[in-house]
């Protein structure tokens, strides 16, 4: 199908999709609507994420319904200082049949569909290595043999920002590999008075199955379809320069603060997700909106701030919000 001829009826669907998934969720999940939708995003475009919030915010509750919903393997890695490659990727054991011997293969956690991946900058860089190779590739590679991973893949690693102490940081071009950025936060009071009723009472809900694996493989097919003008695209594009010191046209608070901005992916994730955004809202063509709407989780972890914007206390959030204020908007593409 043609890029063109993607049709309402195939948007409705999606947005429908997105409905009950989030019918489903709500069940379980109270409050926390951005963070849900820019997970969804990140599943219909084939992303990755990388939730940063404090213990207790319900990250793995959200996965582990999410992947019930859909029916998809579900696995949870929590990652530790010794933790090693070989205990995600899985290893070969010395299997002996009817007298003879021969190594065979044992799957380790990552041949799931749907990846928690706890506190990844707890291990050290090899093994965070093994789970970015794996997110990348879509496939493992033990002992010269390739082993495919099930599709569709997500995984949604988490950061503790307290615990700094014994951690190993994500290095930025590691970064980069996720789509998303997405910070959670506490709960307004009314949505937690919500969740400690329901989570004290007798019963509690459950979410039935929605959409299939297959269902999703669709979605994502269906989001490259849709239509992006031009003059959107260049918007995005723009976005994305503007985040960049020493660029023609560079703000100067950029300048100022930005010790390096976006690269190429910040900017193909601006157009993938805005084409998811615009499929599961019930259109089939993006617009400004779209892509302002998912500047903060895309770009976010691609700007590195300098000294001096640190000693400022000026976050990455902060200069995506003057980005936004900065860059022209066109005039027909809301």
Not at 71 to 88: A, G, H, N, V, Y
Not at 299 to 328: C, G, K, Q, W
Request: glycine share 6%.
């Amino acid at each position: 199908m043609h890029p063109s001829e993607v049709s309402l009826p195939s948007a409705e669907r999606v947005a429908e999709g997105r409905q009950r998934i989030l019918n489903e969720l709500r069940k379980v999940i109270v409050g926390q609507d951005e963070v849900v939708e820019h997970v969804l995003i990140a599943l219909f475009t084939a992303g990755h994420c990388l939730i940063t919030g404090v213990p207790g915010l319900a990250k793995t509750l959200l996965i582990k319904t999410l992947a019930d919903i859909l029916e998809l393997e579900f696995k949870r890695i929590q990652f530790t200082p010794d933790l090693m490659p070989s205990d995600i990727t899985g290893t070969e054991i010395l299997d002996e049949d009817q007298g003879s011997r021969r190594l065979r293969f044992v799957k380790g956690p990552i041949f799931a569909q749907i990846i928690l991946a706890d506190e990844i900058n707890r291990t050290p860089p090899k093994t965070q290595a093994a789970l970015l190779e794996a997110m990348q590739e879509y496939h493992v590679t033990a002992a010269g043999h390739t082993y495919p991973l099930d599709q569709p893949f997500f995984v949604l690693a988490t950061q503790n920002p307290i615990e700094l102490e014994g951690t190993y940081p994500l290095p930025e071009a590691q970064l980069d590999r996720f789509m998303f950025n997405i910070v959670i936060s506490y709960l307004n009071e009314d949505d937690e008075v919500a969740v400690v009723t329901a989570t004290t009472g007798a019963t509690q809900p459950r979410p039935q199955r929605v959409l299939s694996g297959h269902d999703i493989l669709q979605f994502q097919e269906l989001a490259r379809q849709v239509v992006i003008a031009e003059e959107v695209a260049r918007y995005a594009v723009r976005l994305v320069d503007a985040s960049r010191p020493g660029r023609p046209g560079a703000p100067d608070f950029v300048e100022q603060w930005v010790k390096w901005g976006a690269g190429l992916r910040a900017s193909q994730a601006l157009v993938r997700g805005g084409k998811a955004r615009a499929l599961m809202h019930g259109r089939y063509h993006v617009g400004v909106k779209d892509i302002q709407a998912l500047a903060k989780p895309i770009l976010r972890h691609r700007i590195m701030t300098n000294f001096y914007a640190e000693s400022e206390r000026i976050t990455p959030d902060t200069i995506v919000e003057r980005l936004l204020a900065a860059v022209p908007v066109p005039a027909s593409g809301m």
